[in-house]
């Protein structure tokens, strides 16, 4: 409807006036909406805090990297190094909690297996 509007400017003007009507009308009236103001760079805590409190902080966004591998996340080291891929596991609803996270771990480690083939 505007084409000489940029898109992030719609967007930012219908983020406040939670309207598509007050949007059209600012346009229509002023001819144009103002930009959204430039994002800030975000600092990591870490740069303000202790040194040891920045290695922890360090750590702990490697560790979520390091555990991407699904085959270290689930162990199933065994399972590729044999080139197995277990039979499917029942689709059936346990009668209790450890029952029900049982058979939801061994489905996701069947899923891991099946996708790696």
């Known amino acids: ?3 000489h509007i940029p ?3 719609i967007h930012y003007d219908l983020q406040k006036t ?3 009507e007050q949007t059209c009308d600012n346009i229509l009236r ?3 909406l103002p930009m959204p103001p430039a994002p800030r760079p975000i600092t990591p805590p870490a740069a303000s805090s202790s040194p ?3 290695a922890a902080g360090s750590s ?3 560790s979520h990297s390091v555990n991407g591998n699904l085959v270290q996340r689930f162990k199933l080291h065994e399972a590729v190094e044999k080139d197995l891929v277990p039979e499917e596991p029942s689709k059936v609803w346990g009668d209790n909690a450890e029952k029900r996270q049982e ?3 061994s489905r996701k480690e069947f899923m891991v297996l099946q996708a790696r083939k």
Do not use: R
């Open 103 to 105: 058979v939801f771990k």
């Open 7 to 9: 898109t992030a400017a």
């Open 1 to 3: 409807m505007f084409p």
């Open 30 to 32: 002023d001819g144009t």
């Open 60 to 62: 702990s966004g490697t």
């Open 52 to 54: 040891s409190t920045a």
């Open 18 to 20: 939670g309207s598509v």
